[in-house]
């Protein structure tokens, strides 16, 4: 059954991944280097992290989260277009000022979910869905008019603000929220560790994952935004037939099995059909690893539902400026894109040594 957070998250996501695939190839039409390209990257995730733990706090300590969903929408949406501007500074400027928005939207919404006793699985489907659309509908795009990538994106959360504008909540006694976002980050250290270690090697290959696609493997923009339809149709099924069902612990360690088998697979084809399998299994492992650790984040949270949401939703901007850090280091260094998947799938396999040493020396606390 469709609900008005699903198509929120639908939207916002079909917004963002839209954009998100081809600012690589973008920064370089306008004369970005990659090195600038990786800065703007830097800018992005330290704002969007930043917003992302401050807004689900006070979304939690108000009691009101329908206006972070509001605001955060049409900051987004007024960031997004101005990334259109075929200047260098303008672009880095904007691309950074993306992350209030972006960074500010997400906790609160995921929160609204979980308070309503929704299934989390089947809200993150919503996402995947929206990813799985608009990369499709932006690779057409793009092949008449690049821009044009930006303005879709810009309007989907125009619209997404307008039905915000209609979702219905009770507002929470805000005295119960009694947990610094230090102690909720604590509390779940393990699994939030390891999804930021994941992430931000994952993060490092899609710094330049377009223009791999494109300029290495012979895709164009149509083809790019196929191969992400595989990846994100894939979680959409995994999402809502499982997702929900498994152990959270379970999922995410098999999230980061899937992760390292995924990247260095990247390292074989010759061509860009030959990514077009290895989708199918990136896209079971994202759906595992990001559900199983909301999950376990969410299941663990009487009241700070926002803030332990907020954490997640910043971990991943502030992966990816890690991980632009880890690519920017391995390119300037004379490594290649195969190096940085290599990489990725060295350190995401001592993750996962990590993480199974970790859980089963901590002991299980109270949220």
Request: glycine share 10%; net charge neutral.
């Amino acid at each position: 059954m469709l609900s008005k957070e699903g198509i929120i998250q639908f939207l916002a996501n079909l917004a963002t991944l839209s954009v998100f695939t081809y600012i690589p190839y973008w920064g370089h039409q306008i004369g970005l280097s990659d090195p600038e390209i990786a800065f703007a990257a830097l800018l992005y995730g330290i704002v969007a992290f930043s917003c992302g733990v401050l807004s689900g706090r006070l979304s939690d300590l108000i009691g009101v989260r329908k206006i972070f969903v509001i605001i955060g929408s049409v900051a987004a949406a007024v960031t997004i277009i101005g990334q259109i501007i075929p200047y260098k500074f303008e672009f880095i400027l904007f691309r950074a000022l993306s992350g209030i928005g972006l960074g500010m939207f997400a906790p609160a919404l995921v929160a609204l979910v979980s308070d309503k006793g929704d299934k989390i699985g089947n809200f993150s489907a919503y996402g995947s869905l929206g990813w799985a659309i608009g990369v499709l509908i932006s690779g057409v795009i793009g092949l008449f008019w690049i821009e044009g990538i930006f303005v879709f994106a810009s309007f989907a959360f125009i619209v997404a603000a307008f039905i915000a504008f209609t979702l219905k909540e009770e507002k929470s006694d805000s005295q119960k929220y009694k947990d610094s976002v230090l102690s909720v980050f604590w509390d779940r250290k393990e699994i939030y560790l390891a999804l930021v270690i994941r992430h931000s090697f994952a993060s490092a290959i899609w710094v330049f994952w377009s223009l791999f696609l494109i300029e290495e493997l012979g895709a164009n923009t149509f083809w790019v935004g196929f191969i992400q339809f595989t990846n994100a149709g894939t979680q959409v099924i995994i999402m809502t037939k499982f997702t929900d069902k498994m152990d959270s612990q379970r999922m995410v360690t098999l999230g980061l099995i899937f992760s390292s088998i995924s990247f260095i697979s990247f390292t074989i084809p010759q061509s860009f059909w030959g990514i077009i399998p290895l989708q199918i299994i990136l896209g079971l492992s994202w759906a595992l690893l990001y559900v199983g650790t909301l999950r376990f984040s969410i299941e663990k949270s009487l009241f700070d539902k926002s803030t332990a949401a907020g954490i997640i939703t910043s971990i991943l901007p502030i992966a990816s400026l890690i991980g632009s850090f880890i690519a920017l280091i391995i390119t300037s260094v004379g490594g290649g894109y195969t190096d940085i998947m290599i990489v990725a799938s060295i350190a995401t396999l001592l993750n996962l040594g990590g993480f199974v040493f970790a859980m089963r020396i901590s002991k299980p606390t109270s949220g």
